[in-house]
């Protein structure tokens, strides 16, 4: 399951009523003029600066979305006045500006933090797209660090990013039932963080020092589901070579998480049943009833009524359950919570990576607000965390997305990213993502992977070690 982030939206602030604040900083009046008219016929506010002392008293004397500053300036030039914009205001982002738009140019501005180069005479429409998509993920970054705080706040429990209204209201459901007794039931798409928000809510309970024990009830049969829920007593059936103590009495007096309960037999939902009415059950082989004190808040991704109208799924179990219920919103729902999602991720495997910060590049971020992740929360995390691993500097351009998500092909994508690699380098980078693809979807199991590709294990190894594959030391949820 991912992490992802539990948030609420902060209250706009003054700049957010216009397009944008941009600083210029530039000393030639005809450049000065245009971008003034240009930007202002955008809606964005715009002050001016004639140097780099000027335009630094500028910034430390109010906020700015973004700087647009020339290369060449009287006294200290660009490239010398960018590193102290970096140090005093690291996440505000520069764009430079310049008539000689050299490679060893463009390689420094980049290496010391800018966001992006235009060359006079620049193209109006390009520029402002690059404006845009540079404010935007300005705010994002901003709003992620914002919408932190305020869940941390308000909720004790803080790995649920959202600032849309979908998930506004979700955050205030939380809230007001996570005081109370009742069980829960959380129904959504698989990846839309069904628990997280379990975790949520027995974070916020009076339950929050006791255990929260979560069981995926669709991984094992049912057998050895019961065994697990309710214990057995030693000689209760051929394995059982000692007693051992269910998950309910592991969760007496906290919280047991049933994630897949559609999948449940239907001897075992009566068992489940007996507990929600009677606080009582008995060990598998055992005759002494147990009483337990346990909230129950179960999941699934499938409508339960209708399971209930096909003869899969108890009725009075379902009433039962039902008692509360909690329907996330799959991700297309909320698209105005990618950019949050994609920034919470972003440093987050840069840090596990022990990477320098990256970012997504405007074509990167275009493509995955577009793409209708049917994999949800979880498989933006995959995506990002990709991008990452295989990115070799700060930017992470689409080239470096999956192909579906992007709509272009994989060997497209590599040669657009690396138009002179050689055919060897190209099929090293190839069988690096396909090896990274398939790792990330074992749950970086390499026994695992290496059945699905039908090679020995040691043939993996030997492959992930040529090509400097980093691997995960913990499974996925």
């Not at 690699?421 to 749950?443: H, N, P, Q, T």
């Amino acid at each position: 399951m991912p992490e992802e982030v539990l948030t609420q939206g902060p209250a706009l602030n003054e700049k957010e009523t216009s397009s944008g604040s941009i600083l210029v900083i530039d000393d030639e009046v005809s450049i000065r003029e245009s971008l003034e008219t240009l930007l202002g016929l955008e809606g964005y506010s715009v002050r001016m600066a004639l140097d780099g002392e000027e335009g630094l008293r500028t910034l430390d004397q109010d906020n700015f979305d973004l700087v647009l500053l020339d290369l060449a300036l009287p006294g200290q030039s660009g490239m010398e006045i960018l590193p102290q914009i970096r140090e005093r205001y690291p996440e505000l982002p520069v764009i430079m500006i310049t008539a000689y738009g050299t490679v060893h140019n463009v390689v420094e501005a980049i290496r010391a933090g800018a966001e992006n180069f235009v060359q006079k005479p620049w193209d109006n429409e390009k520029l402002l797209a690059d404006i845009r998509s540079a404010i935007a993920r300005h705010r994002a970054e901003e709003e992620n660090l914002q919408l932190k705080r305020a869940m941390k706040e308000r909720y004790s429990y803080a790995n649920i990013v959202g600032k849309s209204e979908p998930m506004l209201r979700i955050f205030d459901l939380v809230a007001q039932v996570a005081p109370s007794r009742s069980t829960i039931l959380i129904q959504g798409e698989s990846g839309t963080g069904k628990e997280l928000i379990a975790k949520a809510i027995h974070a916020n309970s009076p339950r929050k020092d006791k255990a929260f024990v979560p069981v995926n009830t669709g991984a094992m049969p049912a057998e050895l589901l019961e065994s697990t829920l309710f214990g057995h007593i030693k000689g209760a059936f051929t394995s059982a070579i000692a007693s051992k103590k269910g998950l309910f009495e592991v969760a007496n007096n906290g919280t047991l998480f049933l994630d897949e309960i559609a999948t449940m037999s239907m001897d075992t939902q009566s068992k489940i049943l007996r507990v929600l009415q009677d606080k009582r059950f008995m060990h598998l082989g055992g005759v002494q009833e147990l009483q337990v004190d346990v909230r129950i808040i179960a999941a699934t991704n499938v409508d339960l009524r209708q399971a209930v109208r096909e003869g899969k799924f108890r009725e009075d179990l379902f009433y039962r359950l039902n008692v509360i219920t909690i329907d996330l919103p799959p991700l297309r729902a909320r698209r105005e919570d990618i950019p949050l999602l994609a920034q919470h991720f972003l440093e987050r495997f840069a840090k596990e990576n022990e990477l320098p910060p990256r970012k997504l590049s405007a074509d990167a971020m275009r493509a995955i607000v577009d793409y209708d992740w049917p994999g949800n929360v979880r498989e933006l995390e995959n995506c990002i965390e990709r991008g990452v691993v295989l990115s070799s500097g700060p930017l992470i351009g689409s080239e470096l997305l999956p192909g579906h998500i992007t709509g272009r092909s994989f060997q497209d994508a590599l040669l657009a990213h690396n138009p002179n690699a050689s055919l060897f380098d190209i099929i090293e980078d190839i069988e690096r993502r396909i090896i990274v693809e398939k790792l990330e979807r074992c749950g970086w199991n390499q026994t695992d992977a290496a059945e699905q590709f039908r090679i020995p294990l040691s043939t993996l190894n030997q492959k992930i070690k040529r090509l400097n594959i980093e691997i995960k030391k913990r499974g996925r949820e």
